[in-house]
């Protein structure tokens, strides 16, 4: 059984949707990447997993979630009662209006986290999931030394105090590669380097041994090279230690050097869904496709120039009315804006009505 | 931090200076010049010249502004006109007052503007948040001197729940330390005298703490709002901590930086509340001091008064900063 | 592609687009809509219009003129018990027997009057002295750098007088009178008024409108006067607002320490309200009529302030 088994999640910020039926899972010990571009509403998947959301007021009409099975027909039209414009969610569900209105089932070790009460979640939230945010200087306290920020989780969790909570904290810093850890642990986050800020914040993510861990863009806001050394690091934890990973990123590049298998996100929706290799070897969706037309490649000669997917995440129509990926699609046809495309597919899954032609 | 605090001092001096320079221009330029204020109305010319050589009038400007500065530092502003007697001891007599009931009236804003504030921040959008929006609002549009006057008319004249006027009950024996009656009562034992201070504090300070209470309640809920949506508080629930801890140590004490910097400059500001305040009460603070001063003219002791209450609250921001390089770790390495 | 595709294509983006099309739209307009729809700036409004209206109005709707004295047996001076209100004086009369009613009226006007000028006064000195400052020291040179020093630390000792002291020591020069009022607490505001246009021109200046201004080679004078000031004007203007509510509290305050119109023939409300402090307990009517008044108008000048400042801010208007 997996570890993790996201179902039919929905995520909506008032009238509108971010999250719009996303399914994916996580074994045990294993790298999962979630791949999408800025606004597709992969943070906001992690943070519903995690109920980091502001409480939503609950859905203003009474509506049976559209059910989006895999075996809809092609063009079957879907009749949605939910009215919710398929508008740019908040990024990183950062939305400061009215709370999130969170559905579906994300189930853990068994047990649906959506349907905890917020105090059994709050047991679980640093202990058996943690999480990795993107920008390591605004995410640690500014006014708290880094060690408090570390030994707070050990005490919560491990109920580790004073001088053992210290030690274990020190011992943590140095897992991550930080040198001079018992002198660190006094010092604030703006005294750290980017990098270093980042290993803080994978310290506190790992402190307490958790089954699954989020990475949120977890190098994003570093250099290059620091990334490279982040990625190293989380990934000889995850190797050493059993962890899961579920790696969201918008980088093709470091799905490739990572992940154990991919969803690619579209507009709140997983679009393709396979195993890295596959998903490398044999990309079916169109904008699974676009968006390895978008990195460069070493072996391609110098003047030949990148494929950028044309328009932004901005420029989509509903699910209902059609593939919201529709108008940025090189490939359109009549059939993609016949009503909602269905995720087809087990192992190697996409959403996108014109596959065979494509493969 | 030693550097930070240095120059700190450097701007304070400047400050000062500055002020002094403004208040010189400020004497000179009263109507009839200084010697006008010191003499009776009635007053001979050859009275007039005497003063203005004892005063220096002849001596050049600069000298004059010398002795002026010089006759500040060492704290001598003449005679107060009304009373006759030194302004220096006039205010030293009354200040304890002045800073008893400010003292008071901040710690009724600060002990319910920060959790109003915080409350009305958690429930935004509630009636709670609404009616603390509203009240606040209202709170810096009454007239202090008619809110004071309206409580004690209401409380102590009608009601007679509490007394009217002065810091204690006449005929009561009180042994003075510091000049401030609640704590010297409380420390030499004599407890029903510290109790009669307190109900004598009681409306003064109510009616002097409302534009503080506005002003920290709307600064506090503002704070909140802004340190609640920061990436570290989502840091902090994502770490699955309880409740208490993420409200202490990771949004209120984010949240305490700009309200510390407007306890400071409330402090200086309700030195002049109090004028209106004590006026109202007799409380016999430097505001009654200054508000007779005011209605009789008394410039001396007027400028005596602000120099005193400018110190003050220069001093006190000092203070408030170098207490923010302490809340704040990104000063205090910055410096 | 079918033509008949392509139109279905555009019209379910338009669908989509419009929505979102409805929030853009220039800044100024935007910010109208939203100051329409916002609760405290329509109650603020109001109140300020109402306001207007009755200070324009009032010498020719007031019932009575407002000066008259009616003595006689109903006004007791000296046993601190005057009538209160009735058919014939809405709001009664005060202790010199003249009705209450027609002098909040036209009383309303010079507590306006007040307010404006005092307002105007800060403003325009402020506004001088901070434009002069800001524009010194970023266009003026190493003698522009002084002039800018010079100005804003005399600002700055300036805002380390609690604002009702600046108030008191300019009316001590000045002698009591509605003039010195309006002077004196209109001074007092000058330092905020400085401090506010230099730090929004600052922003302005370095901003990369400006810095495109200047490398095609705009005379820098121009560049002040068209591009600078007229982007700094928005919190300088909501300051105003607020302050207009701070001017007419403070003058009261100062009439109240006996700084007013030492004549209280004309009415006033805040020379009315400190003239009936003194028959608090026996008339709290006396008083509560002007107090009203000025915490009402008072209100809605803050109500309208923050409510504008609110939809200029684009950090609070994340919030909402």
């Not at chain 3, 804003?152 to 002698?175: E, F, H, W, Y």
Request: proline content about 6%; some cysteine.
């Amino acid at each position: 059984m997996a570890l993790l088994e996201v179902e039919d999640l929905r995520v909506a910020f008032g009238n509108s949707t971010a999250v719009d039926g996303v399914s994916f899972t996580v074994e045990e010990g294993k790298i999962v990447g979630l791949v999408g571009e800025s606004g597709c509403g992969k943070s906001v998947t992690s943070l519903a997993v995690m109920g980091l959301l502001p409480k939503g007021r609950g859905p203003k009409r009474s509506k049976q979630p559209v059910q989006v099975a895999a075996a809809e027909p092609a063009g079957g039209v879907v009749k949605a009662a939910v009215a919710a414009p398929q508008a740019v969610p908040a990024t990183g569900g950062r939305s400061r209006g009215g709370g999130a209105d969170v559905s579906g089932r994300a189930v853990f070790d068994g047990t649906d986290l959506l349907t905890l009460t917020p105090s059994a979640m709050r047991r679980r939230r640093g202990k058996d999931i943690a999480m990795v945010f993107q920008d390591p200087l605004s995410s640690l306290n500014p006014v708290v030394p880094v060690g408090r920020q570390i030994t707070e989780v050990l005490e919560r969790h491990r109920g580790l105090k004073g001088a053992k909570a210290n030690q274990e904290a020190a011992n943590l810093l140095d897992r991550v590669g930080i040198p001079d850890p018992t002198r660190r642990l006094k010092e604030y986050p703006h005294q750290l380097s980017g990098g270093m800020r980042q290993r803080v914040l994978i310290a506190i993510a790992v402190a307490c041994a958790p089954r699954l861990l989020i990475a949120d863009e977890p190098t994003t806001a570093l250099d290059v090279t620091i990334q490279a050394q982040i990625l190293e690091l989380l990934k000889d934890l995850v190797d050493h230690e059993g962890t899961a990973l579920l790696m969201i990123t918008h980088d093709l590049g470091v799905v490739a050097g990572m992940c154990d298998s991919v969803n690619v996100l579209y507009s709140g929706r997983v679009v393709e869904s396979a195993p890295v290799r596959e998903l490398f070897a044999r990309p079916t969706h169109p904008y699974t496709i676009g968006l390895l037309g978008s990195i460069p490649k070493l072996d391609l000669p110098i003047h030949e120039p990148l494929t950028p997917i044309r328009g932004s995440i901005a420029d989509v129509i509903r699910w209902r009315d059609g593939c919201a990926f529709a108008p940025r699609c090189d490939r359109v046809a009549e059939a993609c804006v016949e009503g909602e495309p269905a995720l087809v597919g087990s192992l190697h899954a996409h959403r996108c009505v014109l596959a065979e032609e494509i493969a | 931090m030693l550097r930070y605090t240095v120059k700190r001092l450097l701007q304070l001096a400047v400050a000062l200076l500055g002020l002094t320079l403004l208040l010189f221009a400020w004497f000179k330029a009263l109507p009839g010049g200084p010697e006008n204020m010191l003499l009776p109305e009635n007053a001979t010319d050859q009275q007039r010249e005497a003063l203005r050589a004892s005063l220096g009038l002849d001596e050049p400007i600069w000298a004059q502004y010398a002795d002026f500065v010089g006759r500040a530092v060492r704290l001598d502003f003449g005679s107060s006109l009304s009373s006759g007697r030194p302004i220096a001891t006039e205010l030293a007599d009354r200040l304890p007052a002045t800073i008893e009931l400010s003292l008071a009236a901040m710690l009724i804003a600060v002990g319910l503007g920060i959790p109003l504030g915080y409350l009305a921040a958690k429930r935004r959008g509630t009636w709670l948040d609404f009616a603390a929006v509203s009240g606040s609002l209202l709170g810096t549009c009454i007239p202090i001197f008619f809110l004071a006057a309206m409580l004690k008319v209401v409380f102590a004249q009608e009601l007679g729940l509490l007394p009217t006027t002065f810091r204690l009950s006449a005929g009561s024996t009180y042994t003075e330390v510091t000049g401030l009656r609640v704590f010297d009562g409380l420390i030499t034992g004599e407890f029903d005298v510290a109790w009669d201070a307190v109900v004598h504090l009681v409306l003064p300070a109510i009616a002097l703490s409302s534009i503080p209470l506005a002003v920290i309640v709307r600064i506090t809920r503002a704070s909140v709002l802004d340190v609640v949506g920061e990436d570290y508080v989502r840091t902090a629930d994502a770490k699955g901590l309880k409740p208490s801890v993420i409200r202490g140590r990771h949004v209120m004490r984010n949240a305490m930086l700009p309200i510390a910097t407007i306890i400071g400059l409330l402090l200086g500001s309700l030195f002049a509340g109090a004028v209106l305040t004590e006026s109202v009460f007799s409380f016999g603070g430097i505001g009654s001091f200054v508000y007779q001063a005011t209605t009789e003219r008394d410039y001396p002791a007027l400028m005596g008064f602000i120099l005193v209450i400018a110190v003050f609250y220069v001093v006190i921001n000092l203070l408030v900063d170098l207490s923010y390089g302490l809340l704040d770790p990104r000063v205090r390495v910055r410096s | 592609m079918t033509i008949a595709r392509i139109e279905k294509l555009d019209r379910l983006i338009e669908a989509s687009v419009s929505a979102r099309e409805a929030q853009t739209g220039s800044l100024l307009r935007q910010s109208l809509r939203r100051l329409k729809r916002s609760p405290m700036a329509v109650t603020g409004g109001v109140i300020v219009g109402l306001f207007v209206v009755v200070a324009v109005l009032g010498p020719f709707i007031a019932p009575y003129d407002p000066t008259a004295q009616t003595w006689g047996k109903e006004v007791f001076l000296n046993r601190n018990i005057f009538p209160g209100p009735r058919a014939e004086n809405w709001f009664g009369l005060d202790h010199l027997g003249r009705d209450m009613f027609s002098r909040m009226i036209v009383g309303a006007r010079q507590t306006l009057l007040v307010g404006i000028v005092a307002t105007l006064i800060g403003f325009v000195a402020g506004a001088a002295l901070g434009g002069v400052a800001a524009a010194a020291g970023t266009f003026g040179g190493r003698w522009g750098e002084r002039v800018e020093a010079v100005i804003m630390r005399t600002v700055d000792v300036a805002l380390a007088i609690p604002m009702l002291l600046l108030a008191l020591s300019v009316a001590a020069l000045l002698g009591p009178s509605l003039s010195t009022v309006m002077i004196a607490v209109g001074v007092a505001q000058i330092p905020i008024f400085a401090r506010l246009l230099r730090g929004s021109m600052l922003a302005q200046a370095h901003s990369d409108y400006v810095l495109a201004a200047i490398s095609l080679g705009v005379p820098k004078g121009r560049i002040v006067v068209s591009h600078i000031l007229p982007n700094s004007l928005g919190p300088v203007i909501v300051q105003a607002t607020l302050v207009l509510a701070t001017a007419i509290i403070e003058a009261a305050a100062l009439s109240y320490l006996g700084l007013g119109n030492p004549d209280p023939g004309s009415p006033e409300w805040g020379t009315m309200l400190a003239d009936a402090q003194r028959f608090l307990s026996g008339a709290p009517q006396l008083a509560i009529y002007p107090a009203v008044g000025i915490i009402v108008t008072a209100l809605g000048f803050t109500l309208l302030g923050e409510a504008m400042r609110e939809s200029l801010d684009p950090r609070l208007r994340r919030q909402e």
